[in-house]
């Protein structure tokens, strides 16, 4: 995948959406200090490129409903390619399962569920152990409480700009 050169004020520009979302075009400017129709002009840009993947809403959901929070490490009783299809196929079906991840090492996944609460957590694990999906052994891990849930934050991660 080639990488997209980007200047300090593309990565303005998408610190600011990553951080508030959709934005006026007056107060996205406001916030990367440029004028309004380069920075939208810019923002076109970045959309187009396929940088900006879509625009959400964090909801307080601990405000709406109680529910449970479950990590679930997974390991494969086989490492063939048609294995991890099958896995990841099902995971993708898989409503409760908010994140996933491929990981090397000791584990194959690293998985992030989000319950009503901890009977409806474990009976989607029986529908998973049932599917006949491969699954070796899985840990869980009840989240008590989230200490940090935060985007990366993009001028640390980006090369620092030459000249």
């Not at 009783?77 to 048609?82: D, G, P, W």
């Not at 474990?122 to 999906?133: G, I, K, N």
Request: charged fraction near 25%; include cysteine.
């Amino acid at each position: 995948m080639s990488r997209i050169a980007l200047d300090a004020a593309d990565i303005r520009i998408l610190a600011a959406v990553q951080q508030n979302g959709q934005l006026s075009k007056s107060r996205l400017a406001d916030i990367v200090n440029l004028s309004p129709t380069p920075c939208w002009t810019r923002l076109g840009k970045l959309k187009k490129a396929g940088l900006i993947k879509r625009y959400s809403a964090e909801i307080a959901l601990d405000s709406i409903v109680s529910l449970s929070k479950v990590i679930v490490t997974v390991s494969l009783a086989n490492h063939r390619k048609q294995n991890f299809e099958c896995f990841e196929a099902h995971i993708r079906d898989e409503d409760d399962v908010v994140e996933c991840i491929a990981t090397g090492g000791g584990t194959d996944y690293v998985m992030k569920v989000v319950s009503r609460d901890l009977s409806s957590f474990q009976d989607m694990m029986e529908v998973m152990l049932s599917a006949e999906l491969g699954i070796d052994r899985y840990m869980t891990y009840i989240v008590t409480r989230e200490v940090k849930s935060a985007s990366p934050n993009l001028s640390r991660l980006l090369p620092e700009p030459k000249g």
